[in-house]
């Protein structure tokens, strides 16, 4: 049987750069803020060399793996989970589209890809996007692993969608009940990493719920299996 002696890392883009919620043995063990996505890896040691918390699995609510031509089905199965909140989860555009330098540039890329166009909403995960992927080829890239926190709600709430959003008072709130109800107490002081909203906190916590499912080889893809970019890779959104 597997332990449950593991150490994970949740992380969620944030305006102050990344927030991340360590989970070890599926309970909470800290927050912390870091300006970009490597040093706050590096901040949480590899596993085994001693350094850090040593983490074993770091899940990043950002897509990672992308396509050469088409949408990724991961999206699209994970909008299809959650009814009213689908909005939530955004298209993910081939490798090329993200290639482009400009917005316009990006949705004229896109539309001659996918015969679709690029929302500017979309767009603005660009440079956090760029980020995480570029991690991917890194020593400890293997370590990360994409969610989305509204598919981890989803399934902390018995494979439903909630019904508010998580900017609303009783959006955050259910989501909070949700974590507790897992075993993650978010307690009310984070320090540095209190300063991020809230909604980006309990994102973080749910995307290291699911970290910890990874670890444990307990978790669910979508789609399953996973695509697979030109790499290898896999592509898929998990929970």
């Known amino acids: 049987m597997l332990s449950d002696m593991v150490t994970v890392l949740g992380v969620d883009a944030c305006p102050a750069g990344w927030v991340a919620v360590e989970l070890r043995d599926g309970r909470f063990e800290g927050a912390r803020l870091g300006a970009d996505l490597r040093s706050l890896l590096r901040e949480a040691g590899e596993p085994g060399t001693g350094a850090g918390s040593g983490i074993e699995v770091v899940g990043v609510d950002i897509p990672l793996g992308l396509l050469d031509v088409g949408w990724r089905l991961a999206d699209t199965e994970a909008a299809a989970l959650l009814g009213k909140l689908r909005g939530s989860v955004f298209r993910v555009p081939p490798h ?5 330098e400009q917005y316009e540039g990006a949705n004229r890329r896109c539309r001659e890809l996918t015969g679709a166009g690029l929302s500017r909403q979309t767009w603005g995960l660009a440079a956090k996007l760029r980020e995480a992927n570029g991690f991917l080829a890194d020593a400890g890239g293997d370590r990360l692993f994409e969610v989305h926190p509204e598919v981890s709600f989803w399934a902390l709430a018995g494979s439903t969608p909630l019904p508010h959003r998580k900017k609303s008072w009783a959006g955050q709130m259910a989501r909070r009940s949700l974590l507790k109800a897992a075993g993650i107490v978010l307690p009310d002081d984070l320090g540095d990493a209190g300063r991020v909203p809230p909604d980006d906190v309990l994102d973080a916590a749910a995307a290291a719920w699911s970290a910890h499912r990874i670890a444990q080889r307990r978790a669910h893809s979508l789609p ?7 790499r290898g890779r896999p592509i898929a959104i998990w929970y």
């Open 224 to 230: 399953d299996p996973p695509q697979h970019d030109c």
């Open 96 to 100: 090329a589209v993200w290639q482009e």
